[in-house]
């Protein structure tokens, strides 16, 4: 399915990082873009973007708010395209340092984020995909975002890999779902990133994560995964895959 004008996508967490960078690969094939974040600052990124950046704001939990972006999308051009880019975590062991257990409603609000999150964008965006006519043998392209923490969870990482495996887990059963369809998923399990959450990080700390990925030896660029993004969408072969994009690291225990 080749991008061009004439068709909308939806980037949820498009208004920084990962997302962003998707949604500019997205505007220079001449597409529609909604940008789906609840960042104040996503309306000023569109305008930015120009005409065929839009923003709506959006928590990806929501089914009605999640509902405006697909409805703002379809509104546009026939949906195509969903990068589900949003998502979060933090630190949580099983039981902390002082003896107590875990954060029970931490973990849930982690996995709310990102597993319910991620189901309920891609359920609505496919049910509008499943409307439109086929265009190259397919009706639209869905891609997710898992991580490394998927396989390789770091000590503390548990909401955030578990909920991250739950991602790598539905990928090829939407796949198996929706091919009747005409409708693929994959999803990009990307390693270090160079995104705002790391930019908080003082620049000797980021140097020496960049070096702990054996080649190239740096945080990956944003730009990287919305190239690999992009090949998903337009890939007609690429279905129920999950790839790492991550420079051959395994992640150690800490």
């Not at 702990?212 to 090949?231: C, D, I, N, T």
């Amino acid at each position: 399915m080749q991008l061009q004008e004439n068709m909308s996508a939806v980037v949820t967490g498009g208004a920084s990082g990962l997302g962003l960078a998707t949604v500019e690969k997205l505007l220079a094939k001449g597409v529609q873009v909604v940008i789906a974040d609840l960042n104040d600052k996503g309306q000023e990124v569109a305008d930015q973007l120009g005409s065929k950046a839009h923003f709506v704001k959006a928590d990806v939990c929501e089914p009605v708010q999640m509902k405006a972006v697909i409805e703002k999308a379809v509104s546009l051009a026939p949906l195509r395209a969903l990068v589900h880019c949003a998502g979060y975590g933090a630190p949580i062991r099983v039981v902390e340092k002082d003896g107590e257990p875990g954060n029970l409603e931490k973990f849930e609000a982690i996995i709310r984020v990102n597993v319910i999150g991620t189901f309920n964008s891609l359920r609505l965006a496919a049910a509008a995909m499943a409307k439109n006519e086929p265009l190259d043998g397919e009706r639209g392209a869905c891609v997710l975002t898992a991580s490394v923490a998927a396989y390789e969870g770091q000590i503390g990482q548990i909401p955030y890999s578990s909920a991250k495996a739950g991602i790598v887990g539905m990928t090829l059963v939407a796949a198996r779902d929706l091919a009747q369809r005409q409708i693929r998923v994959n999803t990009i399990a990307p390693g270090l990133f160079d995104t705002p959450l790391l930019s908080k990080l003082p620049e000797h700390v980021k140097s020496a994560l960049g070096a702990s990925v054996p080649h190239p030896a740096r945080l990956g660029f944003p730009s990287e995964y919305a190239s690999l993004a992009v090949q998903m969408l337009e890939n007609a072969m690429l279905n129920g895959e999950t790839i790492r994009l991550d420079g051959a690291i395994r992640m150690t225990p800490r």
